[in-house]
């Protein structure tokens, strides 16, 4: 089992910055990919970035390309978003999830097995 536990989420003004993390514990030596999703108000959960649990290939949704940067940490275990040049309709609950088993399509919540609890960014104009 893996847990996850996301932090750093808060309130910004268009055109700020946030950065988020989540931390993953318990078998995380056994994990492929993880990613970032996002849920708006009265809107479905979303695909935002993913990276590859080592490191290396990233991706993101067109909506967020040029503005936000996933990385990780393997010595800490620590996934990050780096959030830029907000935008109020970047408000929602952002989600960390990862995998234990390689995937074909990374940007469906089906593919993840393991989720953190959420952390609110709200962006005001």
């Known amino acids: 089992q893996v847990q996850l536990v996301e932090s750093g989420g808060g309130l910004a003004e268009a055109g700020g910055s946030l950065k988020l993390a989540c931390v993953a514990s318990g078998r995380t030596f056994s994990l492929y990919v993880a990613a970032w999703f996002r849920q708006a108000p009265g809107k479905e959960r979303e695909f935002v970035a993913i990276?590859?649990?080592?490191?290396?290939?990233?991706d993101y949704a067109d909506s967020v390309k040029g503005r936000f940067t996933v990385s990780i940490d393997n010595n800490k275990n620590t996934l990050y978003l780096e959030m830029n040049n907000l935008r109020p309709e970047d408000t929602a609950v952002y989600y960390c999830a990862a995998a234990g088993t390689p995937k074909t399509i990374v940007t469906l919540e089906g593919a993840y097995d393991y989720w953190g609890q959420g952390t609110q960014v709200t962006v005001s104009s």
């Open positions: 990276i590859n649990w080592t490191g290396g290939h990233t």
